[in-house]
C-alpha cells in the first residue's frame, strides 16, 4: 500500500478513518494542507513519537512570508524516533533559504532513512541549497531526493 491512511485536508473528513487510523496506531500519514495554520493543527493532533511514514503536500498552496514559518514547523519532524520515511512536497511557497535552513535539521532524525523534498519554485538561493546538502551527512540516510527547479540556485549551490 502506498497510502496507509489518507486525509482530504478537512476536519470532518478526516475523522471517517478513525477507525483505520486507531487500528494503525497512528503510525502511517498521507495529508494535503489547505492552509498554513493547518500543519499546527496536524502536529497537534499527532503522535509524532509514533510516526514512521509521513506525506505532506502543500502543492500550489504560494504562503508569501509564510513559507519559511511553515518549514520551522515541519522541522519538529526530527523528534519522531520512528519516521523512517518522509516526503515533502512544497511547491511555489516562497520558503527561501531561511526555510530550507529550518528543514536541513532532518538530518537529525534518528530513523529517517528515506528523504524526499519537492521545493521547486520556491526561492532557494545557494545558503539554502548548501544548508540542503548537509542532509547527505545523515548517518542513517540511505536515500536522499530533492528536486529545486525553478530557484536561484548559483555555482556555490550547484557544487555543494
Not at 37 to 56: E, G
Request: hydrophobic share 45%; aromatic share 6%; proline share 1%.
Amino acid at each position: 500500500m502506498h497510502c496507509i491512511s489518507d486525509f482530504s485536508g478537512t476536519a470532518a473528513c478526516s475523522h471517517v478513518c478513525s477507525r483505520m487510523w486507531k487500528w494503525l496506531q497512528h503510525r502511517h500519514l498521507r495529508y494535503f494542507i489547505a492552509h498554513e495554520y493547518d500543519i499546527h493543527q496536524v502536529f497537534h493532533n499527532l503522535s509524532i513519537q509514533a510516526l514512521r511514514t509521513v506525506y505532506l503536500s502543500f502543492k500550489g498552496k504560494t504562503m508569501g512570508d509564510k513559507g519559511a514559518h511553515v518549514c520551522k514547523a515541519l522541522a519538529r519532524l526530527k523528534e519522531a524516533a520512528h519516521l523512517h520515511t518522509l516526503t515533502l512536497v512544497l511547491l511555489n511557497m516562497s520558503i527561501g533559504d531561511i526555510g530550507a535552513q529550518a528543514l536541513a535539521v532532518l538530518n537529525e532524525a534518528p530513523a529517517l532513512h528515506t528523504l524526499e523534498l519537492a521545493l521547486s519554485d520556491n526561492n532557494l538561493g545557494d545558503s539554502g541549497v548548501q544548508a540542503l546538502a548537509g542532509l547527505k551527512e545523515s548517518p542513517v540516510l540511505h536515500t536522499l531526493t530533492l528536486d529545486l527547479t525553478n530557484n536561484d540556485v548559483g555555482d556555490s549551490g550547484v557544487q555543494a
